[in-house]
């Protein structure tokens, strides 16, 4: 019983020492700050390359002249789906943002929102070859042009039939961000491996930092949730 007492103690100190001493806490929130900045112009950026080339591509396969954009396409999604995002972030920095005033925050998420890109502009893909092809000659019989029925009633549809598949794609998002430290990138994980260098006791800053990803990643499901709820009112209504 006094040696289990005494187990607890210590981790106690080790956690209390990983955390509080030295405000160690501050090490962490900056690379949450971070972590945050990198996921969110990831996402931002993700978002809109998948959406314009999942429309280029679909667009591209109705007009003949145009199979060479839906080529270009698929030579980006296979590029980017057939390699490592650590490898991707490292030729990138290291290929193209050679300066020395390089932000390397700015990389990270240029990087992973390129790679996040080629997954969205798949399941967006899939979302639009899911939508009814009455619906496509609805919008033309309204009078829309092909690129204004995709945007006006093609896309709002494809949108809310792929939301639980969008929102998995950018939680395995924020946890890639996790390896932007190869590139000297403070994130949460890199302000783990600092601190455990500093305590001589790498696993309790490992665990935080954990316990951190793991709460953005269950806030981010809860929002997803709430939202996939409120669009499924509107179809009900």
Known sequence: MESL?????????????AFIVEDRYKYYL????ITLSISLLAILLGAFIGIV????????SRV??????????????NIIRGTPVLLQLLIIYNLVFTSRNTNEVVVAAICFGINSGAY????????IESIDKGQYEAGR???FNSNQTMFYIIMPQAIKNILPA?????????????VASVIAVTDLTKAAQYIGSRTWDILPPLIISAIFYLIIVLGLTKLLGYLE???????RN
Do not use: H, P
């Open 166 to 178: 969008l929102g998995n794609e950018f939680i395995v998002l924020i946890k890639e961000t996790s």
């Open 120 to 127: 969205v502009a798949e399941i967006v893909r899939a979302g």
């Open 30 to 33: 900056e690379g949450l700050k």
């Open 64 to 77: 003949k002249g145009l199979r060479w954009l839906g080529s270009i396409c698929n030579g980006y999604i």
């Open 53 to 60: 080339v999942a429309m280029v591509k679909e667009s591209a």
């Open 141 to 143: 019989s309204l009078g």
């Open 5 to 17: 007492r005494e187990w607890i103690v210590s981790v106690g100190d080790s956690y209390y020492n």
């Open 229 to 235: 709820r409120r669009m499924s009112q509107g179809d």
